[in-house]
Nanobody
């Protein structure tokens, strides 16, 4: 498994931007598909975005398409989530996760998780 540490969360006004980072340990980062999930109070953890190992294919949940961008830097063992045009409904704890699968949207597909970083969007 890989150890993951998120950073970059905070408080931002609606319409603002944040960039989350997730630093991974280990020498096999490039062989993991990396994902971002979020969990709001009283709600289930939901898929946000992922970027595959290999070709780096990206996919997003519909509610963030056109606003969020996931990217990775394999040389730095880091995955990013650029979040623009933030909305109050984006408020949640954001988690970074890793899987050896090429594709996955369910939390059950991911075996390694970070501790989470809080994102709060005020109206």
């Amino acid at each position: 498994q890989v150890q993951l540490v998120e950073s970059g969360g905070g408080l931002v006004q609606a319409g603002g931007s944040l960039r989350l980072s997730c630093a991974a340990s280990g020498r096999t980062f490039s062989s993991y598909t990396m994902g971002w999930f979020r969990q709001a109070p009283g709600k289930e953890r939901e898929f946000v975005a992922a970027i595959s190992w290999g070709h780096g294919s990206t996919y997003y949940t519909n509610s963030v398409k056109g606003r969020f961008t996931i990217s990775r830097d394999n040389a730095k063992n880091t995955v990013y989530l650029q979040m623009n045009s933030l909305k109050p409904e984006d408020t949640a704890v954001y988690y970074c996760a890793a899987t050896s699968l090429l594709y996955g949207r369910s939390p059950d597909n991911f075996g390694s998780w970070g501790q989470g970083t809080q994102v709060t969007v005020s109206s």
